[in-house]
């Protein structure tokens, strides 16, 4: 029996711990999560369980369609071919545009910051997951467009399951998305639009040809 989450909220303690098994790997892929067996297995109430699950639905790191149980998604190829393709075109403009105003906000820095100090450590990839998103988050709201802040972050959600799953794989190290982070950085700073789109696009293209080679 797991243990009982504990924290002021039941249902955001829940959260949190179904979120990181979901993010190391230790909820794969096809993994089916039902209610019951939550509730059993962490002694809470179903309702809670139940709005447990669907937070992470929301956030897109469970799946659920109609009168079924919630599920981890499983990646195809295609489906990681797909994902970082839109993200690559959303992505791509933004720096472009953050290099014609050499804008870095101070939250990518402070994200691109802590994930140096994962690699020198040389910490967990997993744990880079999180101010990966937060780096690439900062640079999207500093256009300061709340449609497209919205448009990055509904990509992100599904996504932001895709990067662990490249992390659990082992496929990239921390010290290579910090030295790419810095190649973006670099060309947004000096100015250079073209040159930070093929950073960008060199970055998100390194991962998703790994992953989509190592899901076959």
Do not use: N, W
């Not at 009982?4 to 999560?33: H, K, M, N, Y």
């Not at 956030?59 to 369609?65: K, M």
């Not at 997993?126 to 300061?144: G, K, Q, T």
């Amino acid at each position: 029996m797991a243990s009982r989450p504990q924290a002021t909220s039941l249902i955001d303690a829940l959260v949190s711990e179904l979120r990181e098994q979901l993010l190391d790997g230790r909820l794969p892929g096809g993994t089916v999560l039902v209610e019951t067996d939550i509730a059993g297995r962490y002694e809470v109430a179903r309702p809670t369980a139940k709005a447990a699950i669907e937070r992470l639905t929301g956030e897109g790191l469970l799946r659920r369609d109609a009168h079924r149980s919630a599920r981890v998604p499983t990646f195809e190829a295609e489906d990681v071919a797909d994902l970082y393709y839109v993200r690559t075109c959303v992505e791509r403009q933004a720096m472009r545009e953050l290099a014609q105003r050499q804008l870095v906000p101070a939250a990518a820095q402070e994200a691109q910051d802590e994930i140096r100090r994962l690699a020198e450590a040389q910490d967990s990839a997993v744990a880079s997951v999180e101010p990966d998103i937060r780096f690439h988050r900062a640079l999207i709201d500093a256009l300061d467009s709340p449609r497209l802040s919205r448009t990055h972050a509904s990509i992100m959600a599904e996504m932001r399951l895709c990067m662990a799953q490249v992390q659990t794989y082992k496929l990239l190290r921390v010290s290579e998305i910090a030295d790419e982070h810095d190649a973006i950085l670099t060309a947004i700073t000096s100015g250079d639009p073209e040159r930070a789109g093929q950073a960008l696009t060199l970055h998100l293209t390194r991962a998703s040809e790994r992953l989509r080679t190592r899901i076959g």
